[in-house]
């Protein structure tokens, strides 16, 4: 089951486009991973289908509904965006970035209610945050400063959590709290968590759904087992890839890979740009 479909999309920064044409369906209370190398659409991907960035052509339907027609308010109790490297104002503490979530709930001057409370209040316990709920931002470190914007998005109640290379910056330790975070918030409350990843054994660890591209387009979708393949990665990284298994969860794991030379990196895939049906 699909909630979000986008067909034949193409968007960009200027009159060229950066994704072109695209079909794509985001598998309903999973994990979606996005992968691919710099440049090759994942940010602007994630930006359109949330409705940051407009669409130059083909449609995004969520519920069977334009959603360059729903009201700016109304999306925003669908659906939330972390993007990449957030920032805020200074001296904001923990507490206040994450009563910003209840902004689309709210009426009239915009006063928090005991509700708002409640809601922004369980927010913060699930992520782990409700010792910083005083303390500023910049006080906190980057895996903090994660659950925080996390937080935020809990108290937004949305059903769709999208998130921009959320593991940057960010050491191994906090990047696994992060995703182990996202992971149970998917499992214990069936959200659908839509990622853009670099790591790829992240991507395989934590999806349930993966999205290859390359130039823009959709080189493959489908499970960790049916993306994380040596054609697959070869086609998008240029790379010659070992694929084994992950001793813990059995999913499929790049042990070791090099570089191909004396081909061309920059020639057009040529797979079928439409997801693998079957997986969704």
Same mark, same amino acid.
């Given at each position: 089951?699909?909630?979000?479909? +986008?067909?034949?999309?193409?968007?960009?920064?200027?009159?060229?486009?950066?994704?072109?044409?695209?079909?794509?369906?985001?598998?309903?209370?999973?994990v979606t991973a996005i992968i691919g190398s710099n440049g090759c659409g994942k940010s602007?991907?994630?930006?359109?289908?949330?409705?940051? /960035?407009?669409?130059?052509?083909?449609?995004?339907?969520?519920?069977?509904?334009?959603? +360059? %027609?729903?009201?700016?308010?109304?999306?925003?109790?669908?659906?939330?965006?972390?993007?990449?490297?957030?920032?805020?104002?200074?001296?904001?503490?923990?507490?206040?970035?994450?009563s910003y979530g209840r902004f689309p709930h709210q009426r009239g001057f915009g006063r928090?209610?005991?509700?708002?409370?409640?809601?922004?209040?369980?927010?913060?316990?699930?992520?782990?945050?409700?010792?910083?709920?005083?303390?500023?931002?910049?006080?906190?470190?980057?895996g903090q400063r994660q659950r925080v914007w996390i937080a935020m998005a809990l108290a937004?109640?949305?059903?769709?959590? &999208? /998130?921009?290379?959320?593991?940057?910056?960010?050491?191994?330790?906090?990047?696994?709290?992060?995703?182990?975070?996202?992971?149970?918030?998917?499992?214990?409350?069936?959200?659908?968590?839509?990622?853009? /990843?670099?790591?790829?054994?992240?991507?395989?660890? &934590?999806?349930?759904?993966?999205?290859?591209? %390359?130039?823009?387009?959709?080189?493959?979708?489908?499970?960790?087992?049916?993306?994380?393949?040596?054609?697959?990665? %070869?086609?998008? &990284?240029?790379?010659? +890839?070992?694929?084994?298994?992950?001793?813990?969860?059995? %999913?499929?794991?790049?042990?070791?890979?090099?570089?191909?030379?004396?081909?061309?990196?920059?020639?057009?895939?040529?797979?079928?740009?439409?997801?693998?049906?079957?997986?969704?």
């Open positions: 089951m699909s909630r979000l479909q +986008a067909t034949g999309l193409s968007a960009g920064y200027t009159e060229t486009p950066i994704i072109n044409h695209l079909d794509l369906s985001i598998p309903d209370k999973k602007t991907l994630l930006k359109t289908l949330t409705r940051i /960035l407009p669409h130059s052509a083909g449609s995004i339907l969520l519920d069977g509904e334009h959603i +360059a %027609k729903r009201n700016t308010k109304a999306l925003a109790k669908d659906m939330a965006i972390l993007p990449q490297s957030p920032e805020t104002t200074g001296g904001l503490t923990a507490g206040e970035l994450v928090l209610t005991a509700k708002d409370r409640m809601i922004i209040g369980r927010a913060m316990e699930q992520t782990g945050t409700l010792d910083y709920n005083c303390r500023p931002l910049d006080a906190l470190s980057g937004q109640e949305t059903d769709m959590i &999208f /998130l921009d290379e959320p593991t940057t910056y960010l050491d191994l330790a906090h990047q696994l709290e992060v995703l182990e975070l996202l992971q149970h918030l998917n499992e214990t409350e069936e959200r659908t968590i839509v990622m853009v /990843l670099h790591d790829l054994n992240h991507a395989s660890r &934590f999806a349930d759904h993966i999205v290859a591209m %390359k130039n823009g387009c959709i080189v493959k979708t489908g499970t960790p087992d049916e993306v994380i393949e040596h054609v697959v990665l %070869k086609e998008v &990284f240029h790379i010659d +890839a070992m694929i084994g298994r992950d001793p813990r969860t059995q %999913k499929p794991m790049c042990m070791t890979y090099h570089l191909l030379k004396g081909e061309n990196t920059n020639e057009k895939h040529t797979t079928h740009n439409r997801p693998v049906t079957g997986h969704a």
